[in-house]
């Protein structure tokens, strides 16, 4: 576990080390995410730290760190419970600052970590039945893109809405009574978070 996530350390490190030392300003913040439902799991909700490295008036860099929960849903490939998910994400940002409005567009690479929490009721149901599965995702790079804005709401803080698009095909490996297969369920993602940034 350790060696797959050597990636996200990476990137936590520049986010939070390097990225604050050069640039226009560096803007740390907080969102709150909704997950909007997709093949596999329904709405969801999860937060996020982020921080933006103002290069210019045009250019912005950002890294983030998230997650979410969601419900699985009925007739997909996932047991019944909770999809979870753990992002990091490094993008770059086209910004067009306006007044007291910053419109963005860009996008980016991430690292998902992605996990399924089977329900108490699957598990009675396994265990009355006398059966037995487990499943376990393989953790992936995937691309996002994403949009929206910030607006200047006090010298040093900025309130903002991002929508994302997240492309996600992790392997799935489920093991069963009946031996062990493997699956690509499909996990791409729109999201929607409300954040507020603050000027360092």
Do not use: C
């Not at 103002?54 to 979410?68: E, L, S």
């Not at 039945?129 to 900025?158: C, M, Y």
């Not at 997240?166 to 392997?171: A, F, H």
């Amino acid at each position: 576990m350790i060696r797959k996530t050597l990636p996200a350390v990476f990137l936590i490190a520049y986010a939070v080390f390097i990225a604050p030392a050069s640039g226009d300003g560096f803007e740390p913040g907080l969102g709150f995410v909704f997950v909007v439902p997709n093949n596999e799991h329904n709405s969801g909700i999860g937060a996020q730290v982020n921080g933006d490295l103002i290069a210019n008036d045009k250019f912005t860099f950002r890294g983030i760190i998230g997650g979410y929960q969601a419900g699985t849903k009925s007739d997909g490939q996932l047991p019944p419970g909770d999809y979870r998910q753990i992002f990091f994400e490094a993008n770059g940002l086209a910004t067009f600052p306006s007044n007291n409005l910053r419109p963005y567009i860009g996008g980016g690479l991430g690292y998902y970590v992605s996990d399924v929490v089977q329900s108490d009721s699957f598990k009675a149901q396994l265990e009355e039945e006398g059966r037995f599965r487990t499943d376990e995702f393989d953790n992936i790079f995937g691309f996002n893109i994403r949009g929206g804005f910030l607006f200047h709401a006090s010298p040093k803080v900025w309130t903002g809405l991002d929508a994302k698009f997240t492309t996600l095909n992790p392997t799935l490996t489920t093991k069963t009574d009946d031996g062990t297969r493997t699956s690509k369920p499909g996990l791409g993602t729109l999201s929607l978070t409300l954040f507020i940034n603050w000027r360092i």
